[in-house]
């Protein structure tokens, strides 16, 4: 059953969040949480795009898939991430990917029809996620940049640097995710990964037991990272 989210689930939001009261309200009078299970699908790329969501908790992968059916993981949307905003300025207001839950998840689902409506009136609350949309445009240029001009270890280098900066800069990093879906991630084949680390682990700049990964010389470990190494 779809429940009502609580006003922090409006008042935290990176964009909402810059909303005169009355409009966070409002927001919060047309959305809901949804529960998704792992493996379901909350939408397929060409649906019209009439809700957009944020992740309470779970995973949920956005990927497309290529005419000989092989998938490209764009994105792992974690817990606090948002997404689908970009379709409420499309001409034709579809779900560019498709999006499936690679945990049970938690959502809070948003009218877009009434955001779009809302935004039209507000010009601070469009710059906003204007300046959301161009910092997410420089870290997808920088992702196609790696995956055109890295190897497999500077890629895998790099992803894990990501990660360690995300985690406070702690040594001891737990994956967010199978190593089958990092290597979709960085357009890698499982075994390419699994080699990678191998090589890493075996040359004593990491150590790695299932989905944890301790980096135990981190000078050396950055240098690759920056191909330095």
Do not use: W
Not at 24 to 30: G, H, M, N, P, T
Not at 87 to 95: D, G, I
Not at 185 to 190: G, N, S
Not at 198 to 212: F, K, P, T, W
């Amino acid at each position: 059953m779809n429940k009502k989210p609580d006003s922090k689930n409006v008042d935290e939001h990176p964009v909402f969040s810059a909303l005169p009261q009355a409009q966070r309200e409002r927001i919060l009078s047309r959305s809901e949480v949804i529960s998704i299970g792992r493996g379901e699908t909350l939408f397929h790329e060409g649906d019209p795009a009439r809700r957009i969501y944020r992740c309470e908790s779970g995973q949920l992968k956005l990927y497309r898939l290529a005419p000989n059916g092989n998938e490209k993981i764009i994105a792992l949307i974690q817990p606090g991430s948002t997404f689908a905003e970009a379709t409420m300025f499309m001409e034709e207001r579809n779900y560019p990917v498709n999006c499936e839950a690679l945990k049970a998840s938690r959502l809070v689902s948003y009218d877009a029809d009434d955001c779009v409506e809302m935004l039209r009136q507000d010009t601070d609350s469009c710059f906003q996620l204007m300046a959301m949309f161009s910092r997410r445009l420089r870290q997808r240029l920088s992702d196609i940049e790696a995956l055109s001009l890295q190897n497999a270890t500077l890629r895998v280098a790099n992803y894990l640097l990501q990660l360690r900066q995300q985690q406070d800069g702690a040594d001891t990093l737990d994956l967010p995710t199978s190593k089958k879906h990092i290597a979709g991630l960085l357009a890698l084949q499982p075994e390419t990964l699994s080699r990678v680390f191998a090589q890493l682990q075996e040359s004593g700049v990491i150590q790695v037991e299932a989905r944890r990964v301790t980096i135990l010389d981190p000078d050396r470990f950055q240098n690759i990272a920056y191909g330095l190494d």
